[in-house]
């Protein structure tokens, strides 16, 4: 192979189109071949990061294994190719001009003028360099966030633009994904959008290579050849994305396609055996399961789906490996802060109360989780959630009457969850965040030891408050355990009690490793329990 190949997908009509979706089942099917492949999203937003961004906003914020808080489609990238990825591979509008302005004010531009060519844009040509160089990747996915023609990714787009001129044509190749309507009154499918997509594109001194159109359903000989013509691409370098029953069959459409072809054959690659008979396998579960289940998941962003977009998809790994369809009930937590949540639970197999700041909705997750105790329904709570099983129980089963965590009520008389002494002098937001991976040491015979099959596990942590260590042992002799804790001991990271079905929450978010060639151990469990199957008789590696 000669020299490091860059694969660079930009969007076109609209944003949230599927971009990373398409881009991590590529990068898929590469790896299948063999070569090592490494993800870049760049987003225009000139936040430094994701972290102070309004769910309802953005969707979730995805957390890396180094605590950055990033775009969900990292997750998804991870999902995908198995990797594990860091700061680097999220570029923001943000860090890159806190990069220029950082460089300019010790003086690294030798009084020139900064501007954005060629001071900004070498930057993001560093920047793709150096990812490239870490992962000793043999091909870089480069992701332009956002669409053509928006101001906030259009220096970016320009940084690739020279990034070809200077790595030689056959070392990158330019993939547009673009909308592809059929509009009811119609009837038919509209090319007009991609056109004007691309004409955008060009010019700004781009040809894309291969055009992706996504669609409700398969494009038709006559739009291919359309969009071939007046976009000036070869008609097999259309590739049809349409809608299909899970995401983790899109690598396969593709392959179907042969678009891994066209991109290895641009780049001078050999195209090589692969074999995603695993993969193939658990697609096959996803689309012909031989049971159902019904998880509700107890959030206060329901109406924003992609807000738990981590926690859907590791119930679907799990069903994966179950051969169970998991069904989602969402239950809005606020809508029963004052009321009986019970009729919005019965007949479901298990709970899921998930992470989130703030008192909204905390009393709705508060009675789900008791009710969940009470009826001994499978149960799992994660972050918040977690935090909120400690409320209940110190409150419904310890006698602490508003036992409370003092971030909704601060002069609660039971602080059972707290700030903890040492982080109360950090003022800076976020600076009192517990983020990215840490370890937690098991206790030997416990359920989640039996699940990770190992004593020592790191999992994703994104929160602020503890569980208070004055409580810790009146809330053992109730009957909780503490089933997990940071090796030093100071920190409770999982939890369960004895006796029910199971009942398990973790002060992390396993979620975020979960795959779907390796399902996180706590959702595989709680499926499993939901199945009415012993939690602990089967543990995948987890990853």
Known sequence: MVGRKFV????????SLGKGIFTSSLGKLLQAKGYKVVPVKFDGYLNVDAGTMNPFRHGEVFVLDDGTECDMDLGNYERFLGITMNWWN?????????LVLNKERRGEYLGRDVQFIPHVTEEIKNWIKKVGDDFDADIVLV??????????NSYFIEAMRQLRAEVGQNNLIFIHLTYVPEPSSVGEQKTKPTQHSVRMLQSMGIQPDIIVARSERPITDKVKKKIALYCNVPEDHVISDHNLETIYQVPFLLEEQGLHKLVLDHLGLEDRDQDMSEWRRLVNNILNPDHEVTIAIVGKYTDVRDAYASVKEALIHSGAWEKARVKIKWVEASDYDDKDIAPALEGVDGIIVPGGFGARGAE?????????????IPFLGLCFGFQLAVVEFARSVCGMENANTTEIEPDTPYPVIDILPEQREIDRLGGTMRLGAYPAKLKPGSLVHKLYGKQIVYERHRHRYEVNPEYIQDLEAGGLIFSGRSPDGKLMEFLEIPGRRYFVATQAHPELKSRLESPAPLFLGLVRAALGRDPEKFKPESS
């Open 364 to 376: 709705g997750k508060i009675r789900a989780i008791r009710y969940a105790r009470e009826n001994d």
């Open 8 to 15: 660079v997908v930009t969007g076109g009509v609209f944003s």
């Open 143 to 152: 992701e332009v966030g956002g669409t053509v023609g928006d101001i906030e």
């Open 90 to 98: 999220n570029p923001t509008g943000g860090k890159i001009f806190q």
